[in-house]
Nanobody, 122 residues
Framework: QVQLVESGGGLVQPGGSLRVSCAAS????????MGWYRQAPGKQRELVAT???????NYADSVKGRFTISRDNAKNTVYLQMNNLKPEDTAVYYC????????????????WGQGTLVTVSS
């Protein structure tokens, strides 16, 4: 099994910054794309940002220019640097990873972290 462990959430004032991290561990043969999603109270989970193994990134329009996704392939870890945070960024942030598991040929699987709460409030 593969586990994703997130860290770094918390309370921050509007305009502030926060970085969340997600480390993957377990029977990983090859890690593919990794990303961050978020779910605000009463809303559906939405894409925040994704990053491929080669470093190509994709962002939701609402976070472009404010958030930066990055990864350390050697550590199977993905980061999300969040700047100029707004109250509407308040949500539980979930890490996602697409990977090939050891012994499973080329079949890919998705894993999700348990989520980390980010609250933007004065």
């Amino acid at each position: 099994q593969v586990q994703l462990v997130e860290s770094g959430g918390g309370l921050v004032q509007p305009g502030g910054s926060l970085r969340v991290s997600c480390a993957a561990s377990g029977s990983i043969f090859r890690m593919n794309a990794m990303g961050w999603y978020r779910q605000a109270p009463g809303k559906q989970r939405e894409l925040v940002a994704t990053i491929t193994t080669a470093g190509s990134t994709n962002y939701a329009d609402s976070v472009k220019g404010r958030f930066t996704i990055s990864r350390d392939n050697a550590k199977n870890t993905v980061y999300l640097q969040m700047n100029n945070l707004k109250p509407e960024d308040t949500a539980v942030y979930y890490c996602n990873a697409n990977y090939v598991r050891v012994g499973y040929g080329s079949r890919t699987t998705d894993a999700w972290g348990q989520g980390t709460l980010v609250t933007v409030s004065s």
